[in-house]
């Protein structure tokens, strides 16, 4: 089995590590990256990775992507496309034995809706810029699995955390707030199970747009409390969402407010999650920081 991943960022790996765990421990796995330093990380871990930053095509990567079954794509689009369809469509089109494709999106296409659940049938946010390049390009991903009759899984996926990556680290760290603004939530994914849904997803050849949260959307601030607790400190003060100093991104970000549904995907694979909330999650990843070296 090869397995070519277009952004071999912190899912991607979590989904090589799953596919050699849950699926073939001898898979071949091949992976761009843009960093120096990250391609020797990936070569410790038996990931061969080529040079891509998405504005040029990737002199070397043709060789080991046209001789893989399973492509994997976690790059956002670049200017308003997708750069691996603009730079190495052809070397798709070359890929004689391809049985998979998979599209690593995000729920933020979805429209605000003031708190309320929603599935993958939610109204879109068309009017958002940034939301409708996303949606652009998933449609020109399905164009494209249409035109090479093979199955195409796009997960649209919501905020991700995991070792490394948590409320723990900001709080150690000094960063974590405790923002309030009431009503807010937000769905978020532990990193291990994107990794594992994405394995079990390409073992069944899944087709369909499927949403990739946790089971408990919660406000923000909830997560940076019971952090707090499993490291024993007092977590920072409360700050009124009208007086917190934001980026206009992050203002955007606490504008936006729904209950993300993901019961669609566990129906499809007959699974629940690793980590159904941030609980489980973060005391988790608390545990594994505990372990002896």
């Known amino acids: 089995m090869n397995v070519f991943f ?3 960022g912190f899912s991607s790996q979590a989904t090589a590590l799953a596919i050699r765990e849950i699926i ?5 796995i091949f992976g761009t990256t843009r960093s120096r ?3 020797e990380e990936l070569g410790r871990i038996g990931v061969r990775s080529h040079a891509f930053d998405g504005r040029a ?5 043709a060789a080991d992507l046209v001789r893989s079954s399973r492509v994997i794509l976690s790059i956002p689009p670049t200017n308003g496309q997708c750069p691996v369809l603009a ?10 034995d391809l049985e998979w494709l998979c599209y690593f999106s995000s729920v933020g296409v979805y429209d605000n809706s003031n708190g309320a659940w929603i599935d993958e049938t939610a109204d879109l946010a068309v009017a958002d810029e940034r939301a409708s390049v996303r949606l652009q390009v998933e449609d020109q991903w ?11 899984c796009i997960f649209r996926i919501a905020g991700i955390y995991g070792p490394g990556r948590s409320a723990l680290d900001k709080l150690r760290d000094g960063v974590a707030h405790r923002i309030i603004k009431k009503g807010q939530v937000f769905n978020r994914v532990h990193v291990a199970d994107i990794g594992r849904v994405t394995a079990l997803a390409m073992s069944q050849r899944l087709d369909g747009t499927f949403n990739l949260t946790d089971d408990e959307p919660a406000p923000p601030q909830d997560l940076v409390t019971f952090a707090a607790e499993l490291l024993g400190v007092d977590p920072p003060p ?3 969402f009208e007086e917190a100093e934001l980026s206009d991104f992050a203002r955007q970000f606490y504008m936006d407010n729904k209950r993300v549904s993901n019961a669609r995907i566990k129906k499809a ?22 372990l002896p070296a």
């Open 6 to 8: 277009f952004g071999m």
């Open 142 to 152: 399905r164009d494209y699995a249409r035109q090479r009759q093979v199955p195409l």
């Open 24 to 28: 073939d421990e001898d898979a071949a």
């Open 238 to 240: 409360e700050i009124p």
């Open 269 to 290: 694979l007959g699974i629940e999650l690793l980590f159904p909330t941030y609980r489980e999650g973060l005391r988790n990843i608390r545990e594994q920081e505990e």
């Open 37 to 39: 330093s990250r391609a």
């Open 57 to 61: 095509p990737g002199l070397m990567l």
């Open 87 to 96: 730079h190495h469509r052809q070397d798709l089109d070359r890929i004689a």
